[in-house]
């Protein structure tokens, strides 16, 4: 993780968003608090792992369609490469200005 975060953080900065952006779309991802996002930096936890390990999986996150790296994450297998992926579409649309109400998926009720 702590590898890959700085990188999604870049990302976003360098598109005029914000790191409390990138750890609200986390946590809506992945049910991390901000301490739980620091905690699994300072420990070096891998990537996979912070996924495997997540709090909670927004059962929303199947909304998610689209394309990252030329793939198209709905289409993909259930596993943790759907779940990064998901992170990255994310972040992807965060940085191409794209409204938080919009990336933060829900269902219609």
Not at 31 to 37: F, K, L, N, V
């Amino acid at each position: 993780m702590s590898k890959v975060y700085p990188l999604l953080v870049a990302k976003a900065e360098r598109k005029g968003r914000t790191r409390q952006e990138v750890d609200h779309i986390i946590h809506w991802l992945c049910g991390y608090s901000e301490e739980d996002i620091v905690n699994a930096l300072e420990n070096d936890v891998s990537y996979g792992d912070f996924f495997r390990n997540a709090p909670v999986l927004n059962p929303d996150r199947a909304l998610i369609s689209g394309s990252i790296c030329g793939v198209r994450v709905e289409k993909m297998e259930e596993g943790l490469m759907k779940e990064i992926r998901y992170l990255d579409k994310l972040v992807d649309e965060l940085a191409k200005g794209k409204p938080m109400e919009k990336i933060l998926r829900k269902k219609d009720e």
